[in-house]
């Protein structure tokens, strides 16, 4: 069996890792593909610093990230309901439906934040009445927020 090498990746490569991770390769792959390629370089002492400086450099920047979308759930949960205004036919029953832009915007005339539309899980909303909303804000981070949709 050949002995391994440790290199660490300059670029993602896809099944192998990302940017900055420390791999070990078969002698043959980094000699002939990734070196070459410069898709890789040797994983020295000061090379290896410099990683985990990156990586800490990541954290403290997710961790932001995280605490930023802690305080925006706050804002949003303090409002609580949101309402939105529909053209309203017969029975209650609402024209077309409530979209994720509509509550998007709804959410930052009430709190001045911006959300990412994308991040709103609605139900089926058909008629007035008060609806629950889930709202991603990061990937640990969810709020839940009353909707109701009033006719105007």
Same mark, same amino acid.
């Given at each position: 069996?050949?002995? $391994?090498? +440790?290199?660490?990746? &300059?670029?993602?490569?896809?099944? =192998?890792?990302?940017?900055?991770?420390?791999?070990?390769v078969?002698?043959?792959?980094?000699?002939?593909? =990734?070196?070459?390629?410069q898709?890789?370089?040797?994983?020295?002492?000061?090379?290896?610093?410099?990683?985990?400086?990156?990586?800490?450099?990541?954290?403290?920047?997710?961790?932001?990230?995280?605490?930023?979308?802690?305080?925006?759930?706050?804002a949003?949960?303090?409002?609580? $309901?949101?309402?939105?205004?529909?053209?309203v036919?017969e029975?209650?029953?609402?024209?077309? &439906?409530?979209?994720?832009?509509?509550?998007?915007?709804?959410? +930052? +005339?009430?709190t001045?934040k911006?959300?990412? $539309? $994308?991040?709103i899980?609605?139900?089926?909303?058909?008629?007035?009445?008060?609806?629950?909303?889930e709202?991603?804000?990061?990937?640990?981070? &969810?709020?839940?927020?009353?909707?109701?949709?009033?006719?105007?």
């Open positions: 069996m050949a002995k $391994r090498i +440790q290199l660490v990746l &300059t670029q993602d490569i896809s099944k =192998l890792g990302k940017s900055g991770d420390l791999v070990e078969a002698p043959g792959y980094a000699r002939n593909y =990734l070196l070459p390629k898709f890789a370089t040797f994983a020295t002492p000061a090379i290896l610093k410099q990683v985990e400086r990156r990586r800490e450099k990541e954290r403290q920047r997710l961790l932001e990230l995280k605490e930023e979308s802690i305080a925006i759930k706050a949003i949960e303090a409002v609580g $309901r949101f309402s939105i205004a529909k053209q036919g029975a209650d029953a609402i024209f077309g &439906t409530v979209t994720g832009p509509e509550v998007a915007e709804a959410i +930052q +005339q009430a001045g911006e959300i990412d $539309r $994308r991040g899980t609605l139900p089926e909303i058909r008629k007035t009445g008060t609806y629950k909303a709202i991603k804000l990061h990937p640990e981070v &969810t709020a839940t927020v009353d909707i109701e949709v009033v006719a105007s």
